[in-house]
Structures are given as structure tokens and as C-alpha cells.
């Protein structure tokens, strides 16, 4: 039996939320209302899938990365599957209050930024005014911890609430399965991590 492109499971999926990816066009009206819950955006990095991937850990697949899943079996740590790609769920955005004006995206102190998938350095997407920005730099914002910007003159931002954001990983094994891994998640700060794929996004 062929494998199932890894584009077309995605494609599938994305159809149902389009409401939810779409970026919306701006409001001449004072109230904008925020992406619908939960936002699901698919891990670039894994447009392409993966063949014959090693599991390092062993996890529970699902049928699905909605609430209402059911458990179809687990993964073996060496067992090789095929990754199909991966999407990040955003159920709860982080909240960072804006401190100093940030005239190219339109904020001002007071504001408040929503940030949803986040890509390292400092970069994630997120909306502001009612306008996405995609792939934005944040490097400027502190966190509820700290750490972040340390540039004290540059620092216009901070996050005043972290939200809730999982990563889910659709793979085919090799009786044929296709499911879905939890692969990481964030709730309120702290971070946990599967440790079934290793370094599938690395490079």
C-alpha cells in the first residue's frame, strides 16, 4: 500500500480552520476581534515529512489532535515511522503589554500584543491591532521570567501572560497507521517535552 503524501493529511486538516489561519483584514471599527481559538498553523520545518525517522522514546498515538481523540496504539522507542508533518496548536496566546510605541506595527504603550507560534530567536507570529504579522521579531520583549530583551533602552514589550501552545506530529508507522504524537507542550510557562522524535526540526 502507497504512503499518503505528507502535503495532502495537512491540506485536509488546514481546509477545516481556514477561519482560523486566515490573517484578517483591518477593522475601521474600535473593536477587532481576536483569532478564534484554537489557532492551528502548520510547522514549516515539516512541510516535507520525514522517512524512515527513528522514535527515541515511546509515546501513545491518536487518532486525532482534538480533545475528543482516542488512543490507537504506541510507539516503540526504535521503531522508524513516517513523519507526515506537524502542526502547533495555540489554545491560549501569550499576552505581552506593550510599553513603548512600535510604529511598524501600529502599537502604542497600553497595547496588547497576542503571540502564537513561536520559531526561536525571538520570532513568532502574532497579532496586533487585528492584523497578523507573521514570522515577527520579538527579541525586544521581556518575559514573565526575565529573561528575553536585555537591552534596556531598546526593551518595548512584556509578557504579562503565557498562554497554552502544543505541537503535534502526524506520522505513519509501519502496519499502516496513520496518527498523531504530542511532541511538546507549553502551559502557563512551563514547558514539557516527549522526547519521541529528537531533533526532528534541527538545521
Request: charged share 20%.
Amino acid at each position: 500500500m502507497s504512503i499518503t503524501p505528507p502535503r495532502i493529511a495537512i491540506v485536509l486538516l488546514f481546509a477545516t480552520f481556514a477561519s482560523a489561519q486566515t490573517g484578517p483584514a483591518r477593522s475601521s471599527g474600535s473593536e477587532i476581534s481576536e483569532p478564534k481559538l484554537p489557532v492551528v498553523q502548520e510547522q514549516s520545518c515539516l512541510a516535507n515529512g520525514r522517512t524512515n525517522w527513528p522514535i527515541e522514546s515511546g509515546s501513545p498515538i491518536y487518532s486525532s489532535w482534538r480533545p475528543q481523540r482516542t488512543q490507537l496504539g504506541r510507539l516503540r522507542a526504535g521503531e522508524k515511522v513516517t513523519v507526515l508533518g506537524g502542526i502547533t496548536i495555540t489554545r491560549q496566546p501569550d499576552k505581552l503589554a506593550v510599553t513603548k510605541p512600535k510604529p511598524d506595527i501600529g502599537v502604542k504603550p497600553g497595547d496588547i500584543i497576542l503571540r502564537y507560534d513561536i520559531f526561536g530567536e525571538g520570532n513568532a507570529n502574532i497579532w496586533a491591532n487585528g492584523v497578523w504579522h507573521k514570522g515577527y521579531n520579538l527579541w525586544t520583549a521581556t518575559e514573565t521570567d526575565g529573561t528575553g530583551c536585555r537591552a534596556v533602552d531598546a526593551c518595548d514589550a512584556r509578557v504579562v501572560e503565557n498562554g497554552i501552545m502544543e505541537r503535534w506530529v502526524q506520522v505513519k508507522t509501519v502496519t499502516g497507521i496513520t496518527a498523531w504524537v504530542l511532541e511538546s507542550k507549553v502551559t502557563h510557562g512551563v514547558y514539557w517535552d516527549s522526547h519521541v522524535f529528537g531533533q526532528l526540526c534541527a538545521g
